[in-house]
């Protein structure tokens, strides 16, 4: 590794713009950006290229570093010294950086997308997405904490009494919810039957791999509720939570700029 | 020669010996204007969540005017019988046809029987319309082959050509001639380059260019399990026209394709499989049975309307590569 090596990694996912700057391998910066007013602050050049002209924003401050990219957005952006690549390896550099372990089943759910991959001996042997549904995802989260009038923070706090919730679609769950309070029904048992609902979603991809230990990333790693719900139905397997998790695929982009060969 | 629709591989050589042109309507339909077929038949009142093949082939055979179909009404799915009860509203002849599911060879020759007899048609001029057939299906094997083994042909490429055996385009003669041109056409090919070898396993895709963008990313489908069943791979050893359509996979069980399947993955040397299932169909359920039957790292990938490929497939399609070439070290 050279001397003072500085590398921008960048996760351009569905609702957030995740930047890391790595210095010799340490973080030296993070910051995340809300999609749509990331891509405000971009002017499009080209058709299908967007250049960064906000200069507060990570890479327009010393855009001579190298740029890797990865998520929705990893092709459009313009750089001199850019590369992309692939998202489920992203995370899995991300996570194996951020816990130094080579064997872990990582399980990341971001705004719109899930992903439960397995890592052995350092290695993505296999991995599964969720399908076309954005349900058990950020998304969903935050469309009912708005219907219940709560923060994504508080409704990340119950996990006792849930309610039984038959639909977890992002958009559809609205209206049962709405249902469900007119029945009287607490509103921790809501948010508890919420936060479980997106376990419901996420179990049936954790049980296709075995693995000693599960790593939780994404957004929605940050919610208490689930990562209780996910470490009470995971026994033996040993939960783990990934400080600044929603950072894994940036960090993991600049990690491979690092040690690439 | 006037046409029959059809919506999935019925005994083509019945058809063509009767003097009838067989219009495969999943290849009419992807050959036009496909999103538009689809809205069509949303705006007459088919569902959104309703498969997508199904709504362009109502559009497309209501714009080509075609007037006599085959009914599958065991070995396709449910959708397609409403379909085609759909049509016959519209004054569209049905001709029923019937795979028995556990292969039944009297069954089988019962529903042949009286598919001859409802064309107009004799056994004897249907085997010979079979031996004509068979000569052009050898040559779509040899397309296949050349895939695999000698990499000459794109995925794209014998995809097209193997899909194509479905109704032979309508016009055998013509077909062949096709296949032909193409086979003198790659005989002084370079071998194309590949890194990962993919296999493509369930329902033809309603993508327009995922073979393509496999190959962007130097990987190279050389297996496409069902476009290959469609030419009929066992076919010119003996066989009469019963055992024939017995060997074909696609209408019976999912356990006689999963052996089909193993089998080639082994001959193909496959790196890994990529499971294609339509939006709203029951082969979804089946992707359970295909991991837990298959040895090999698969991506299941959905698709819903005609089109290319969305971001989100695209994000799964580079990953999956990806691993495939850390497991492969390439």
């Given amino acids: ?79 001199e010294n850019s590369h992309q690549i692939p998202e489920i390896m992203a995370h899995a550099l991300g996570a194996r950086y951020l816990t130094g372990l080579s064997d872990f089943l990582l399980v990341d759910i971001g705004g719109q997308d899930s992903k439960v991959v397995l890592v052995e001996n350092g290695k993505v042997v296999d991995f599964i997405m969720n399908d076309k549904c954005a349900a058990s995802s950020g998304r969903y989260l935050e469309n009912m904490a708005r219907v219940l009038g709560f923060s994504v923070e508080e409704l990340g706090r119950y996990y006792r009494d849930p309610v039984e919730l038959d639909s977890t679609c992002a958009i559809f769950g609205e209206s049962e919810l709405i249902g469900k309070l007119v029945e009287g029904v607490p509103l921790p048992s809501l948010c508890a039957g919420v936060n479980f609902s997106v376990f419901r979603r996420i179990a049936p991809m954790l049980s296709r791999f075995s693995s000693e230990i599960v790593v939780l990333s994404g957004g929605v790693s940050r919610n208490e509720a689930i990562q209780h719900i996910i470490r009470e139905n995971c026994k033996p397997r040993q939960v783990l939570v990934l400080p600044h998790g929603q950072f894994a695929g940036a960090i993991g982009c600049a990690h491979w700029y690092t040690h690439r060969v | 020669m006037p046409k029959i629709g059809i919506t999935t591989t019925v005994p083509l050589e019945i058809i063509l010996a009767a003097g009838y042109a067989p219009v495969d309507l ?49 070995g396709d799915c449910s959708n397609t019988q409403a379909l085609i009860e759909m049509l016959s509203l519209e004054g569209v002849r049905v001709i029923p046809f019937a795979y028995p599911y556990d292969r039944d060879e009297e069954l089988l020759r019962l529903q042949m029987e009286r598919f001859l007899k409802s064309l107009g048609c004799s056994w004897e001029s249907a085997l010979a319309m079979k031996e004509r057939l068979d000569a052009i299906r050898l040559k779509v094997h040899r397309i296949d082959r050349m895939t695999w083994d000698e990499g000459v042909v794109s995925g794209f ?149 005609p089109g290319r490929i969305d971001a989100r497939t695209r994000i799964r399609i580079e990953s999956f590569l990806q691993v495939l070439k850390e497991r492969k070290g390439a």
């Fill in chain 2, 157 to 305: 490429e014998n995809h097209y050509y193997q899909v194509s055996c479905s109704d032979m385009q309508g016009d055998p003669e013509s077909f062949e001639a096709q296949v032909d041109q193409f086979l003198d056409e790659i005989c002084t090919r370079e071998r194309m380059p590949e890194k990962i070898r993919l296999g493509f396993i369930g329902v033809p895709p309603i993508f327009t260019d995922l073979y393509s963008l496999v190959e962007s990313l130097e990987g190279r489908i050389v297996f496409n399990e069902v476009q290959r069943q469609f030419s009929m791979p066992a076919c010119g050893q003996g066989e009469d026209l019963v055992e024939q359509y017995r060997r074909y996979t696609y209408p019976y069980d999912v356990f006689a394709r999963i052996a089909d399947i193993r089998e080639q993955l082994a001959v193909r040397r496959i790196d890994g499989l990529i499971h294609y299932v339509q939006s709203f169909c029951f082969h979804r359920l089946e992707d359970l049975i295909v991991r837990k039957s298959i040895n090999l790292p698969v991506l299941t990938l959905e698709g819903d309307n």
């Fill in chain 2, 26 to 74: 999943n290849n009419l339909f992807m050959s036009r204007d496909s999103l538009h077929l689809v809205h069509q038949a949303e705006i007459q009142g088919f569902p959104r969540n309703l498969c997508a093949w199904i709504k362009g082939i109502y559009s497309v055979a209501l714009q080509e005017g075609i007037s006599q179909m085959v009914a599958v009404t065991q």
């Fill in chain 1, 1 to 79: 590794m050279e001397a003072h090596e500085l590398v921008w990694g960048m996760d351009l996912g569905s609702r957030e713009v995740k930047i890391v700057l790595l210095e010799n391998g340490d973080i030296r910066q993070m910051e995340s950006h809300e999609t749509i007013a990331f891509y405000r602050a971009c002017r499009q050049v080209d058709p299908g290229k967007l250049r960064i002209m906000d200069e507060t924003i990570g890479p327009a401050q010393n855009p001579c570093y190298p740029v890797v990219t990865t998520g929705y957005g990893r092709n459009s952006l313009t750089f």
